[in-house]
């Protein structure tokens, strides 16, 4: 017991006469970026695959459901019936959810600016849905009509002539906005809406009511979507960055990287 304490007490006074270790290596943080990039990419392919799949299921479903409820009532497919009080509602909870995150103070003006721009079209969107003419006759409705259309197009001139003046920023960011989950979902609503205009104008040959139900369905798979891009997360923080901070950011490293580069070895 004795022999071993004073053998620890020996290492112990040796310890401080050994010289202190620092582990070198010839690699610097900067050096890493390119494939924190390439696992950053790989995770934006996977994010976009899983949205893909989402998509296509949330489509096939809703369509399914649509069609089966035609087939019970083929009353659903007429004006303010079930498909289009779906439509309507699925667009009111857009609207307000995205207000919200455009009003969310934790974030950067450009990201709110973009739910505000999502907002004012969900409420543009709604507004051609809903008929306001069976919702009552007189001057009245006729005026509330008019009042909500003018008053929606006042707002999009002014969001508009408001993000006129953010063109650089949004076109620095342009490929990391594109590619968010919020985004993506409202172009592909945006491309349903599309699909659904040769019906509504009975472009095809086909049945009236058949023409009809493919209008409404793909009006219908259109608002839903909108309203899972309400529900997604965020434009991501990375994305929305100021572009005066991304040069400052990038001088001191490369000033870093030169000065590692030249400075004299030991």
Not at 10 to 38: G, K, V, W
Not at 182 to 206: H, K
Not at 213 to 240: H, Q, R
Request: one cysteine or more.
């Amino acid at each position: 017991m004795k022999s071993r304490l004073n053998l620890s007490l020996t290492r112990r006074q040796l310890l401080p006469n050994i010289p202190s270790m620092e582990l070198r290596t010839p690699y610097h943080a900067y050096d890493l970026q390119s494939f924190s990039l390439e696992l950053s990419s790989y995770g934006d392919h996977i994010r976009i695959i899983a949205l893909g799949f989402f998509i296509v299921g949330l489509v096939a479903i809703s369509s399914a459901l649509s069609f089966e409820a035609w087939l019970l009532n083929p009353a659903i497919i007429n004006e303010n019936a079930l498909l289009e009080l779906a439509q309507s509602s699925f667009l009111i909870l857009a609207t307000l959810l995205q207000g919200w995150r455009a009003f969310n103070t934790h974030d950067s003006s450009l990201k709110r600016d973009i739910h505000l721009g999502l907002a004012l079209f969900a409420f543009a969107l709604l507004l051609r849905e809903i008929d306001v003419e069976y919702l009552g006759s007189g001057v009245f409705w006729n005026a509330l009509e008019t009042i909500l259309r003018l008053i929606a197009l006042l707002a999009i001139l002014s969001f508009a002539l408001r993000m006129s003046r953010q063109t650089k920023l949004v076109m620095d960011n342009l490929g990391h906005i594109l590619l968010s989950p919020t985004i993506l979902l409202s172009v592909v609503a945006c491309v349903f809406y599309a699909c659904s205009l040769p019906f509504d104008r009975e472009l095809f040959d086909m049945d009236t009511h058949l023409s009809k139900w493919f209008e409404e369905t793909f009006e219908l798979n259109a608002c839903l979507l909108f309203f899972c891009a309400s529900m997604a997360g965020n434009i991501k923080s990375v994305v929305i960055k100021n572009t005066g901070a991304q040069c400052l950011h990038r001088d001191v490293m490369n000033n870093h990287h030169n000065k590692n580069e030249y400075s004299p070895t030991r």
